[in-house]
């Protein structure tokens, strides 16, 4: 099974531990991440999506006419743009970078960040509109005749798409989510199901919700699984503790000073499902399995991709491989120092993970060869008796 890794293409230089330098969108920082990604082992990199923030998609499109090999993870709000226009500008990114779009649906899990851009739509309700858009942005992506559409949230007469994806027959699509009703439309339409990083065995039981939900939904294949987390990483593991210690004193310092316009209401605690579970289980306790640890997770509150995994190299790699053994087959991680962290965790980090990756595939594909030897043997033993 192959292993992909993604990182973040952020277009300023701040992060959960220190103020920006940059403009919010910063060219040279933008292209010096995703060139320590393109040039350490990195596979693609996630342009996140905040009301207010720089636009990603243009934001991908710089980037994909400056790099070369490099994939693009392009994260959405159905809210912001007819899901026609959406098909176009997704098309069009894939011609730019010549197929190295993937694009990551987001449904949105805040009701406060929603309607900072006029969404007033339920949770619930938006992932009933996301799994419908959904249908619509592949539909116009593969399809070459002229189509109306007559939904619950859009209707439209006579499209027909005069730009197409380059990859055939269309871009993967990325969707998350650990509510019922986000399994249920990321089961029905998803390629790839993101989560984010938790503790072995909960991670395991929503692998087992997701293809639950894809069969549900009538699919005979599931979606590949993405788990994400937030690397701490030293020569030793007491320096990686250390490190660990500094980096969650960071963040509590930065968030305590206020030093943050996109938080969440003060007084009000998270709305998403993935969230809740992040803090449920820093409340249950600091340190799991091999390497996770909570704090920097209870520290933000729960925001987004916030748990860590901390130790050497060597430990961290085994614990990516821990989920690899569970079925993930795309691993994202993200350092609190963009640049530093993402070259040291492909320097370090990543070829162990692949190298692992390749025994493994390389023993199974023995086991399978022995296997079919035997199979053959036997039954031309069976064939010689009769």
């Not at 040279?28 to 350490?40: C, F, G, S």
């Not at 030093?259 to 605690?269: H, L, N, Q």
């Not at 430990?315 to 991680?333: F, P």
């Amino acid at each position: 099974m192959p292993v992909e890794f993604l990182g973040i293409a952020a277009t300023a230089d701040g992060s959960e531990t220190t103020a920006r330098t940059t403009h919010a969108f910063d060219r040279e920082h933008t292209l010096r991440l995703a060139r320590a990604h393109e040039d350490h082992g990195w596979d693609r990199v996630l342009f996140a999506y905040g009301a207010g923030s720089p636009e990603p998609a243009s934001a991908a499109a710089y980037l994909a006419a400056k790099l070369d090999t490099l994939q693009i993870l392009l994260a959405h709000r159905p809210n912001v743009s007819h899901p026609t226009f959406a098909a176009q500008t997704f098309a069009t990114l894939d011609r730019i970078s010549d197929g190295r779009l993937t694009v990551h649906f987001i449904t949105g899990g805040n009701d406060h960040e929603q309607r900072r851009e006029g969404d007033y739509l339920p949770k619930d309700r938006r992932y009933d509109r996301t799994r419908e858009y959904i249908g619509i942005v592949k539909r116009a992506w593969t399809s070459r005749e002229p189509f109306d559409h007559q939904g619950e949230f859009y209707r439209f007469e006579d499209y027909i798409a005069d730009v197409f994806p380059v990859q055939q027959p269309r871009p993967d699509v990325s969707f998350g989510g650990s509510s019922p009703a986000a399994f249920a439309a990321g089961g029905a339409e998803a390629d790839i199901y993101a989560l984010w990083g938790e503790p072995l065995a909960r991670t395991a039981e929503q692998i087992e919700l997701v293809k639950a939900a894809a069969k549900a939904a009538g699919r005979t294949d599931t979606p590949r699984i993405q788990v994400a987390f937030r690397p701490i990483i030293a020569p030793t593991e007491e320096l990686a503790w250390e490190k660990a210690h500094r980096t969650v004193a960071a963040i509590r310092a930065r968030r305590e000073s206020g030093d943050s316009a996109r938080r969440r209401p003060a007084g009000t605690g998270p709305e998403n499902a993935g969230s809740q579970r992040l803090l449920e289980i820093a409340e249950a306790g600091e340190r799991y399995d091999r390497a996770l640890w909570t704090p920097t997770a209870a520290a933000t509150g729960g925001a987004g991709n916030s748990n860590a995994l901390v130790g050497t190299p060597e430990t961290v790699a085994q614990a990516l491989l821990d989920y690899y053994d569970l079925g993930v087959e795309i691993l994202s991680a993200r350092g609190y120092d963009h640049v530093g962290d993402a070259i040291d965790f492909g320097r370090h980090v990543i070829p162990i993970v692949r190298e692992e990756v390749a025994k493994r595939d390389a023993a199974k594909a023995a086991e399978a060869a022995e296997a079919a030897e035997a199979a053959e043997a036997a039954e031309a033993a069976g064939a010689a008796a009769a």
